[in-house]
């Protein structure tokens, strides 16, 4: 039920917005740029689908849309390009977060006409595993336990880990180890990704930090709508209101993995703070030269 609209005026109004927009603009099918939200579960991503999905340029596939997945998990990349190459829309947005191991290949092969982008999501590591396990409960220490056995490594959790990050989970001992900190330490390996990856070295890959969202929802909002080329509209952020961090007590974690996450937490911050100055001078630059 998190995933979709539940109100049905909005729902039915956000149909109608979009049926307009087709009506209005004769888009060539073929031409939709995808975007693909990705990053670890419980990390902001339903609010950035809500704020997207206000926009009527915009197709979007949640994770438990049928046509563009099977059990949570992106279907064939042939049928995907399909639905890309049907829409009649400018962006098709896809939230695959189970696939986000995938996201380098999702960008590099397939074969659509717009180039894609990738937004890969983060939360700090307190937020999201006080998120998560209010969510999921002890899922991830089952999984986590699993890959450290040797009886995991098909799970998508295990998908593309480091030799670092697979050493680091057979390191614990999962008799004592308790869901807090491993759901911390799903937050590592999964977050690792993205410099595991080298997605940080990639133009069309773009990182957003929930907490920074939440602080200046209209700031980020708008490098994003910069970085895509979407025109700036208000009822973007309409339903995120400005916030502080909300419990801010740091969690009792394994000492091991507290020290993994604070050091992938500035790695991540510095650089999302480093992709938002990138997209900031760029945007400068085309509005002087329009000038």
């Given amino acids: 039920m998190e995933e979709d609209e539940l109100n049905p005026f909005t729902r039915v109004s956000g149909a109608y917005r979009r049926q307009r927009w087709r009506a209005r603009n004769k888009t060539e099918e073929g031409t939709a740029m995808p975007i693909f939200l990705v990053g670890a579960q419980r990390s902001g991503t339903n609010m950035l689908v809500r704020s997207l999905q206000t926009c009527p340029e915009f197709e979007v596939y949640n994770e438990n849309n049928r046509r563009a997945f099977t059990n949570y998990r992106l279907r064939s990349d042939e049928a995907i390009v399909e639905i890309i190459n049907r829409s009649r829309h400018r962006y098709v947005l896809f939230k695959p977060l189970i696939d ?32 998560s396990v209010a969510k999921f409960g002890d899922t991830n220490l089952r999984a986590m336990e699993e890959i450290a056995q040797g009886m995991g490594m098909h799970r998508w959790e295990a998908q593309r880990l480091s030799t670092e990050s697979l050493d680091l989970i057979r390191s614990f001992n999962y008799e004592t180890l308790d869901a807090t ?13 993205f410099f595991e990856l080298h997605l940080d070295a990639r133009p069309d890959v773009m990182l957003v930090s929930y907490d920074a969202f939440v602080a200046d929802p209209e700031g980020c909002m708008r490098l994003l709508c910069d970085r895509i080329g979407l025109p700036w509209d208000p009822r973007l952020t309409a339903h995120v209101a400005p916030r502080a961090p909300g419990n801010t007590e740091r969690l009792v974690l394994e000492p091991a993995i507290r020290r993994a996450c604070e050091d992938l937490q500035e790695r991540l911050d510095a650089a999302e703070r480093a992709g938002r100055r990138k997209i900031a001078a760029r945007h400068r630059g085309s509005e002087e030269e329009r000038d």
């Fill in 100 to 131: 986000s191991h995938r996201v380098d290949e999702l960008l590099d092969e397939l074969l659509s006409a717009t180039p894609g982008l990738a937004l890969w999501a983060y939360r700090n590591v307190d937020g999201r595993v006080r998120s």
């Fill in 181 to 193: 900190s491993a759901s911390a330490l799903f937050w590592y390996v999964r977050n690792s990704l």
